[in-house]
């Protein structure tokens, strides 16, 4: 059978860094709080000049060059997105532009924190139905553009970035030794969509609008969420959590991670996490915490890993590949 493999990856950073203590003076808060409650002690914000179209092209260019391709060689870009530069076109059409790419197609997909997830296995079936041989799927977010940065229980958790990955078709054997691709679970309910979303759009105020979160209703569910679906990749591939080499989770909350983890029954050492560095990026979150991990030599060509997240709507889900 075609199998999605993970051909290179990449990713891109705005050149600002905002410390937990640059927040001084502007809300009522702490190094102290958002470290203890989340684990972020910085997150990266873009200047004017740099928006989710600039990052996503800059981490599709390193993507490329860690493939060794070029644009010519790519037939379909999927950019997860809830920050895109227009609300049309597609931002991922503008970067097929800025990639000099004239041929094949280009979309956005909107899933929130969980659009990576999505977007990935969106481009997994683009490929076993032979619409696309080799497609870029980015994650690219400039949450600081709809943040109320006078709200100090949402402002200080996101930043922004962007990752991307080139996967490409290749004959596998259909089982789970073979690279690529092995198995997705997606969820969505929207019944909680007043828990995590944005006062604003096209269709309703004509605004852009600004995130409102019940911090402490999203954290009520995630953990069972983000674990039932890893339960379902792990009873339908026969996956465990001892085989499993490593875990890269939506980035949003180190104690999120960290249950999550433990309820899988997955060791510490397994989860990559890099909310510290980067906050909660959204959709960018799992490919730059599956960059950093890839370039610091712990994810190696044939380990097992499982992608997950969990956001807005709420959408949920998780990603299985042999790397
Ligand atoms: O990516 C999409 C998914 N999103 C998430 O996964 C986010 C899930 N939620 C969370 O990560 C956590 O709920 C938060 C980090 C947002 C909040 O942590 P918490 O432990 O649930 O705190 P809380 O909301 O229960 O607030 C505790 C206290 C409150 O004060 P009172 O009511 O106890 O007096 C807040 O007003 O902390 C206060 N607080 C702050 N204090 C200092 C809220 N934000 C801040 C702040 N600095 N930035």
């Known amino acids: ?47 004017d000049d740099e928006t989710t179209a600039s990052l996503g092209e800059a981490a599709a260019r390193a993507a490329l060059d860690n ?9 379909l870009i999927v950019l997860a997105t809830s920050t895109p530069n227009n609300t049309f076109p597609a931002t991922a059409v503008e970067i097929q532009n800025r990639l000099g790419m004239r041929h094949g197609f280009a979309f956005d997909m909107q899933a929130v ?10 481009a997994d079936l683009y490929i076993k139905g032979g619409l696309a041989r080799r497609v870029l799927v980015i994650g690219s977010e400039t949450f600081s553009r709809i943040l109320d940065w006078t709200d100090r229980s949402t402002c200080v958790l996101f930043g922004d970035g962007a990752g991307a990955l080139v996967l490409e078709a290749e004959e596998g054997q259909g089982t789970v030794a073979d690279r690529g691709v092995l198995a997705a679970s997606l969820r969505s309910d929207g019944t909680h969509k007043d828990k995590l979303y944005v006062d604003g759009g096209p269709s309703t105020s004509g605004t852009v609008g600004h995130l409102k979160m019940e911090g402490r209703e999203v954290f009520k569910h995630a953990v069972g969420m983000i674990t039932d679906v ?17 875990f890269v989770p939506h980035q ?30 959204s959709a960018a979150s799992v490919p730059l915490a599956l960059s950093t991990a890839v370039a610091d030599g712990r994810i190696k060509k044939g380990d097992l890993v499982m992608l997950e997240a969990m956001g807005g709507g709420f959408t949920w889900g998780a990603v299985l590949i042999r790397w």
């Open 113 to 122: 924190c969980s659009g990576f997830v999505y977007a990935v296995t969106t």
């Open 1 to 47: 059978m075609i199998r999605s493999v993970v051909r290179g990856i990449g990713s891109a950073l705005p050149r600002r860094i905002m410390k937990n203590s640059d927040f001084a003076g502007m809300v009522e808060t702490s190094d102290e709080w958002i470290a203890q409650r989340t684990g972020i002690r910085q997150r990266h914000i873009a200047a």
């Open 67 to 75: 493939a060794g391709l070029t644009p010519d060689d790519i037939d």
């Open 230 to 246: 890893i339960e379902d990749v792990f009873a339908r591939t026969g996956v465990s959590a001892e085989t499993l080499d490593w």
């Open 252 to 281: 949003a909350n180190k104690r999120i991670i960290d249950a999550s983890a433990k309820k899988l029954g997955i060791a510490e050492e397994k989860a990559v996490v890099t909310v510290h560095l980067h906050g909660n990026t």
